[in-house]
């Protein structure tokens, strides 16, 4: 039987939402916050979600982590607040998982639907279920990076978090009411780990087409020559080493690029750069302001993303909207969004040869580069925060019409399992 739709309340909607990251106040990239990854993808894509959903009279409480500098509490919009919480250690994600386990079960008794958002994290999602089943409130999840099929592992740490996490992984999205993915193809994945398709729902990020609008100043004037962009952390999985070695045999003569991003691989990096003679042609910008992408966007000649592991990096559907070219590397999720010669250019995740040969195909070609970001624009045409906004309120409304239902002794299709 189809579920039905979540009737009609006298009070809005009210969201409790657990996410490990969100998008702290421009103030916090300037001090010691900027060591505690405050700027990405998951980070910009739970801040966004957070002020569209507002824009539809939906009572949001957002719980995450809180990097020095942040306030513990925030109003975004006229409904929404972001309550943060952690020790100021950049370990163990400040403490989150312990703490969050005191505050959910409190926020979640005014709540009518808990909604979580997971990625290299391992408590958010058992923390999310136990404070949803403490008050009999429907659970919806967010899967930006599957621990058990989008990351990999590259050493000892990464290899025991990918163990644990698996595990907790399936449990929690089995358990859930409603299971939201990036890509189809995770959707598929989770759907083979036991997880009924009914309950699964394909929601790509959005962007805001207003935000590149218009000329924008070159915000890096002193870097001369074709401008190669990268926007991202700074860590393993990113593979920004690729690109490194990349720029090493590129053929275009002048190339250079811009590293717009910080994380715990730069000081690596920076004696990665020392050693390949990079020096005068890679420039390490660190965080910036998210308002500043456009800026970078529309003064950059070629977009990478050359991730080792990777679902869907927000910044290529930003990269579309502004119309920059785009080479990533043919991994997870991004084959999904990124078609290679229809709308950018695919190479080997890890080959910096391959890497190497598509950037000058693109520098080279100035016909293949208009024709791939005519049609990238296309691809993301019409998607907004909002359109976003309103398929995540769909899975809302199924979630909370298949608890009612199950409530009330009705057969569903499928019933959320315990955690």
């Given at each position: 039987?189809?579920?039905?739709?979540?009737?009609?309340?006298?009070?809005?909607?009210?969201?409790?939402?657990?996410?490990?990251?969100?998008?702290?106040?421009?103030?916090?990239?300037?001090?010691?916050?900027?060591?505690?990854?405050?700027?990405?993808?998951?980070?910009?894509?739970?801040?966004?979600?957070?002020?569209?959903?507002?824009?539809?009279?939906?009572?949001?409480?957002?719980?995450?982590?809180?990097?020095?500098?942040?306030?513990?509490?925030?109003?975004?919009?006229?409904?929404?607040?972001?309550?943060?919480?952690?020790?100021?250690?950049?370990?163990?994600?400040?403490?989150?998982?312990?703490?969050?386990?005191?505050?959910?079960?409190?926020?979640?008794?005014?709540?009518?639907?808990?909604?979580?958002?997971?990625?290299?994290?391992?408590?958010?999602?058992?923390?999310?279920?136990?404070?949803?089943?403490?008050?009999?409130?429907?659970?919806?999840?967010?899967?930006?990076?599957?621990?058990?099929?989008?990351?990999?592992?590259?050493?000892?740490?990464?290899?025991?978090?990918?163990?644990?996490?698996?595990?907790?992984?399936?449990?929690?999205v089995r358990a859930?009411?409603?299971?939201?993915?990036?890509?189809?193809?995770?959707?598929?994945?989770?759907?083979?780990?036991?997880?009924?398709?009914?309950?699964?729902?394909?929601?790509?990020?959005?962007?805001?087409?207003?935000?590149?609008?218009?000329?924008?100043?070159?915000?890096?004037?002193?870097?001369?020559?074709?401008?190669?962009?990268?926007?991202?952390?700074?860590?393993?999985?990113?593979?920004?080493?690729?690109?490194?070695?990349?720029?090493?045999?590129?053929?275009?003569?002048?190339?250079?690029?811009?590293?717009?991003?910080?994380?715990?691989?730069?000081?690596?990096?920076?004696?990665?750069?020392?050693?390949?003679?990079?020096?005068?042609?890679?420039?390490?910008?660190?965080?910036?302001?998210?308002?500043?992408?456009?800026?970078?966007?529309?003064?950059a000649d070629v977009?990478?993303?050359?991730?080792?592991?990777?679902?869907?990096?927000?910044?290529?559907?930003?990269?579309?909207?502004?119309?920059?070219?785009?080479?990533?590397?043919?991994?997870?999720?991004?084959?999904?969004l990124v078609a290679?010669?229809?709308?950018?250019?695919?190479?080997?995740?890890?080959?910096?040869?391959?890497?190497?040969?598509?950037?000058?195909?693109?520098?080279?070609?100035?016909?293949?580069?208009?024709?791939?970001?005519?049609?990238?624009?296309?691809?993301?045409?019409?998607?907004?925060?909002?359109?976003?906004?309103?398929?995540?309120?769909?899975?809302?409304?199924?979630?909370?019409?298949?608890?009612?239902?199950?409530?009330?002794?009705?057969?569903?299709?499928?019933?959320?399992?315990?955690?």
């Amino acid at each position: 039987m189809s579920v039905t739709r979540v009737r009609e309340s006298s009070h809005p909607l009210r969201v409790l939402r657990l996410t490990s990251v969100f998008m702290p106040p421009a103030g916090v990239l300037e001090g010691r916050g900027r060591r505690f990854d405050p700027v990405g993808g998951m980070q910009n894509h739970t801040a966004e979600l957070t002020k569209a959903l507002d824009r539809r009279n939906i009572a949001q409480t957002v719980l995450t982590t809180r990097p020095p500098g942040a306030p513990g509490r925030e109003l975004v919009g006229a409904r929404a607040e972001v309550v943060r919480i952690g020790a100021p250690i950049r370990r163990l994600r400040q403490l989150y998982g312990a703490l969050a386990a005191l505050h959910a079960p409190g926020l979640a008794a005014g709540s009518d639907l808990v909604h979580c958002h997971i990625g290299e994290d391992l408590a958010t999602l058992p923390v999310a279920a136990t404070a949803a089943r403490m008050h009999g409130l429907p659970l919806v999840v967010t899967v930006h990076c599957s621990l058990r099929h989008t990351f990999a592992a590259s050493d000892a740490r990464t290899t025991a978090l990918k163990l644990l996490g698996s595990p907790i992984e399936v449990r929690g999205v089995r358990a859930a009411d409603g299971v939201i993915t990036l890509t189809e193809r995770l959707a598929r994945s989770l759907q083979a780990d036991g997880v009924e398709r009914d309950r699964i729902r394909v929601i790509r990020p959005g962007v805001d087409p207003e935000l590149f609008d218009g000329h924008f100043d070159d915000p890096f004037p002193d870097i001369r020559g074709p401008r190669i962009v990268f926007v991202g952390r700074l860590a393993k999985e990113k593979g920004v080493g690729t690109l490194l070695e990349a720029l090493r045999h590129v053929r275009v003569p002048g190339a250079q690029v811009a590293l717009v991003g910080d994380g715990p691989e730069r000081g690596h990096l920076e004696r990665m750069i020392d050693r390949l003679g990079l020096g005068g042609r890679v420039h390490l910008q660190g965080f910036l302001p998210h308002e500043w992408v456009p800026a970078v966007l529309s003064h950059a000649d070629v977009l990478v993303l050359p991730s080792v592991c990777e679902e869907l990096g927000s910044v290529l559907i930003e990269a579309m909207q502004a119309g920059v070219p785009i080479v990533a590397s043919n991994t997870g999720g991004i084959p999904t969004l990124v078609a290679d010669g229809h709308n950018g250019l695919l190479f080997p995740p890890g080959d910096p040869r391959a890497l190497a040969a598509c950037i000058d195909r693109l520098l080279g070609d100035e016909s293949l580069t208009r024709r791939l970001a005519a049609s990238a624009r296309r691809t993301v045409a019409g998607r907004s925060w909002d359109v976003m906004a309103s398929e995540v309120l769909e899975v809302y409304q199924d979630a909370l019409g298949r608890r009612a239902a199950f409530a009330r002794g009705e057969r569903v299709q499928s019933v959320p399992a315990t955690l």
